[in-house]
């Protein structure tokens, strides 16, 4: 009866409600079930509550929407926080033997289960197994075969010994049958499964594993929330392939680590987030006059200051642009999908060194830290392609020699990219500084050599455009009359938007944007369409501010930035009104 | 290659612009010589210079070289060195460069002890911006920013190496030029991060902190029975404010240098054409 299901863990950080939502996550997409997850981290009332949620459908699912079905709900808040989503017939799992549960009223039409978790979890040889329990009963309700667990358990606690996986099952298995013999809950809730394999995995795990694939092998940065995954990801995994990540100890030193690393001839990154941002833009500014390859990930998170830490926002694509003193050649990539994460992530790697320029890639807290599952084709190795642009070795240096002998590693030439000879390659030795320099790499105020070396930077971008493919990705009715635009992890949402809409909204052409510079030029599609809607996670408009720019077309704004991602049915709504309310002052 | 390596190797041939008599001259030679003594030569040799007179230093010599932004030259050479453990590599700057504005880099790449050398060319004033205190400044020191002296204890960069686990650290002063090579050449050779502090003077704006003061204070530690290996006589030296003591102060003979205990070997710039051969492997971890 239901096409998906909405579930969600919720309690105290601590609880290990993260954990345990990856279990139950693991195990749909084990089960052949698509997956797509969220996090609440933080209290709509007050600190510490936080919750792991799960969109689940045998087809694709790509947002989330404003539904809960089945609820496990560790703390009396947990219900409170999330009853605009609970609805007639929604599920509440608690622990009605806790002193704090036991007066939880369940809110009409709904059905609690009071399931006595930390017992359960007692007998099966701990209480800390009292979320696995609740799974267990999870599984029940919603008919889930227990046994897709079990994968998920090992995967979990594997290395934790044979005997702590055999309590975690037995655990879950007293969860069910409490539920299966203590009440005749009937649902409609039926998880069926699939032969699918699936992966599962966040965006900053693609950009690590993007990364590893490409060749990255220098990384270096400071922890940072929603940005840490990345390293983490690659602790541990990048050094199976000869290379090391390095913990900084401020993110000045990290982008200045991972400078040193990609003059030395590695493909190096870091990743941060906006206060991090903030702290490497002196540096990033000669990153792009020292013509250093390097990829710098933003994983926004909302601002300014420290602004939410755990919240989406993209409203760092100005700073991205424009951040830094003086006139900064960059690229600016915003890949659209968990997956799209690591394809962006191998292309920034080729930009960044075919052009030897800083690329910013950004991904958004929405798809950074959340997981989703793919198709592993979808991650195709055997497509990546490394080009490292024109690197010399020791044979070709000597094109690049001046009369004196002395290489050029700014060499003005036609395309503005110069020969790039890494450290070790005889007689290539140069110096660079981000003082204006001339094609030796030494200081300079000439002004002809300045005017020179400024227009052979600018040329390397236009080279970029004239050579590289700048498309963006594209859904809907491509003929429709209102067009909708966004950039980053709104496309899921708007995916799913659409569909809503078909029924009884506008038809919509929608174009998802993963360029922000260089980016598509989308005057003949703006044109062509009667209303435009730009969608994005900030309150200015700034992707707005850029297609107004670009095509000298008003735009119509659709802006959320309360700190949550858009929900398909939330931004289908967005969309419906937004069209009446052009259509009508039109 | 390594033993027809002559010191002019290391010099460009871009001329100095520092001012007639700048400590900084004597103490670029000293560099100069001892990366060629110790058998480097500029091609597989990487330089990190700060901002300041003193990371001119990147322009006048010759090797692989990257001038950075104001107090960030100890990370650059750090990511050189790990991505390529076959570098020489040698950072150096000022004392404003190293011990105010890259303070913090400093005590982090003192405990890091990655294999390289980094020469602090310390004239106890800001010399670029033509002459105000600097970290190392005395208290009493007057100057454009500090007309009634700096308010303020000058730091012991010594003595926050020590304590930041330091593995080599080793003071020297730029006109005595055989000692000076000598003492760069022990850095380079140590197993670790070679901390130098060069007294480098700046004749232009210090006139407290001069040759004839340096040659007066000077106490070389080779005529004083000092064991660099004992960390409670280095400890000693180093807080002694009486004294400005040359030669290694403190030496771990048992140091094991970063690249080493995080197992890295040669260079990262070797890259597949494509993805690594058994890449499929990581998405398979997220079934
Ligand atoms: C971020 C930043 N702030 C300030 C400056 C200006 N500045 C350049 S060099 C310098 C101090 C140099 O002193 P020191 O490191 O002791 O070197 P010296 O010139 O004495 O050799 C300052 C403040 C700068 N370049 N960058
Ligand atoms: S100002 Fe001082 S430090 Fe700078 S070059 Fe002149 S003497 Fe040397």
């Not at chain 1, 030193?253 to 003059?263: E, F, T, V």
């Not at chain 2, 407290?208 to 000092?226: G, S």
């Amino acid at each position: 009866m239901h096409e998906d299901l909405n579930w969600a863990i919720g309690g105290e950080a601590g609880d290990g409600i993260d954990s345990t939502g990856k279990i139950f996550a693991r195990a749909l997409s084990r089960a052949g079930r698509h997956v797509y997850t969220s996090k609440d981290f933080a209290s709509r009332i007050r600190g510490g509550y936080t919750a792991y949620k799960i969109r689940t459908s045998v087809d694709r699912v790509e947002s989330v929407v404003d539904r809960l079905d089945i609820l496990i709900a560790l703390t009396e808040r947990t219900i409170d926080e999330n009853l605009d989503e609970l609805h007639e017939g929604s599920v509440i799992i608690y622990d009605g033997e806790q002193t704090t549960m036991q007066d939880v009223e369940i809110p009409e039409g709904m059905i609690g289960l009071p399931v006595p978790l930390k017992d359960l979890g007692e007998e099966a040889g701990g209480a800390i197994m009292r979320n696995v329990v609740a799974l267990g009963a999870a599984c029940e309700v919603s008919n889930f075969p227990i046994e897709n667990l079990d994968e998920a358990l090992e995967k979990r606690f594997g290395d934790k010994g044979q005997a702590i996986v055999d309590n975690n099952k037995e655990a879950a298995r007293l969860g069910q049958e409490y539920v299966r013999e203590e009440f005749d809950a009937e649902t409609d809730y039926d998880l069926e499964c699939t032969d699918e394999d699936y992966v599962l995995l966040n965006g900053d795990e693609a950009i690590g594993m993007g990364a590893i694939a490409a060749g990255c092998r220098f990384y270096a940065g400071y922890p940072i929330t929603p940005a840490t995954d990345v390293m983490e990801y690659l602790t541990g995994r990048i050094e199976e392939y000869g290379g090391a990540v390095v913990q900084a100890e401020d993110e000045l030193s990290a982008i200045n680590l991972a400078l040193g690393g990609a003059r030395a001839g590695a493909r190096a990154m870091t990743a941060t987030s906006g206060p991090g941002i903030d702290l490497m833009t002196e540096t990033f500014g000669l990153i792009a006059t020292t013509e250093t390859p390097l990829v710098i990930a933003n994983v926004m998170r909302s601002g300014p200051s420290t602004g939410m830490p755990t919240k989406q926002e993209q409203g760092d694509l100005e700073q991205m642009l424009y951040g830094g003193h003086g006139e900064i050649p960059r690229f600016v990539l915003a890949p659209t999908t968990v997956a799209e994460c690591f394809h962006k992530t191998v292309e920034a790697f080729n930009l960044a060194e075919k052009y030897q320029i800083p690329v910013y890639l950004t991904a958004d807290l929405a798809m950074a830290v959340t997981e989703q599952t793919y198709d592993p084709d979808e991650f195709d190795m055997d497509a990546v392609e490394v080009d490292r642009g024109k690197v010399v070795d020791e044979a070709e240096v000597d094109e690049w020699l001046d009369e004196k002998g002395r290489f050029r590693p700014h060499a003005a030439t036609e395309d503005g990219i110069s020969p790039r000879a890494f450290p070790g390659t005889i007689d290539g030795a140069h110096m660079t500084t981000g003082l204006e320099h001339d094609e030796l790499g030494r200081r300079t105020e000439e002004e002809d050599v300045r005017v020179d070396q400024v227009d052979k930077r600018q040329r390397k971008v236009e080279t970029a455009q004239e050579r590289e493919e700048w498309d963006y990705r594209e859904f809907g009715d491509p003929d429709a009359d209102t067009l909708v635009i966004s950039w980053g992890s709104n496309e899921g949402a708007m995916r799913e938007a659409i569909e809503f809409l078909e029924a009884d909204g506008p038809d919509v052409r929608f174009i998802s944007v993963p360029y922000i510079f260089p980016r598509p030029d989308l005057t003949e599609e703006v044109a062509a369409a009667e209303e435009v809607i730009v969608v994005e996670c900030n309150a200015t408009g700034q992707f707005a501010d850029l297609v107004e720019h670009d095509t000298l077309t008003r735009v119509r704004r659709v802006n959320k930035y309360t700190g949550v991602r858009y929900k398909a049915d939330e931004l289908a709504e967005e969309i419906r009104s937004a069209v009446a309310d052009m259509e009508a002052t039109a | 290659m390594s033993s027809d390596v002559r010191f002019t190797d290391f010099k460009s041939d871009k001329q100095p612009t520092w001012c007639p008599g700048c400590g900084d001259f004597g103490t670029m030679n000293g560099m100069m010589k001892a990366l060629a003594e110790t058998g480097n030569n500029p091609d597989e040799t990487f330089i990190v210079a700060g901002i300041g007179c003193s990371g001119k230093i990147g322009t006048y010599m010759h090797s692989y070289a990257l001038h950075g932004v104001h107090g960030r030259a100890l990370p650059v050479g750090i990511g050189v060195k790990l991505a390529n453990q076959d570098l020489e590599v040698m950072v150096a700057g000022g004392d404003g460069d190293g011990y105010s504005i890259g303070a913090g880099h400093f005590i982090h790449a003192v405990r890091r002890n990655v294999d390289m050398t980094y020469v602090v060319m310390d004239n106890r004033i800001y010399g670029l911006t033509k002459g105000q205190f600097s970290p190392t400044s005395r208290e009493d020191f007057e100057t454009s920013t500090s007309p009634e002296g700096t308010h303020q204890q000058p730091v012991n960069p010594k003595a926050l190496a020590l304590s930041a686990g330091a593995t080599f650290i080793a003071q020297t002063f730029s006109s005595d030029s055989q000692r000076h090579t000598e003492l760069v050449k022990q850095a380079i050779e140590h197993d670790g991060f070679g901390f130098v502090n060069v007294y480098s003077p700046c004749v232009t704006f210090n006139d407290v902190d001069t040759y004839d003061y340096f040659r007066d204070a000077i106490v070389d530690l080779d005529e004083e029975d000092h064991d660099p290996g004992n960390f409670d006589q280095a400890k000693d030296k180093i807080l002694d404010s009486e004294k400005e003591y040359i030669g290694v102060l403190y030496q771990d003979d048992d140091s094991v240098p970063y690249g080493e205990r995080m197992g890295l070997e040669g260079s990262m710039a070797d890259i597949p054409d494509g993805a690594p051969e058994d890449a499929t492997d990581l998405v398979r971890e997220f079934y």
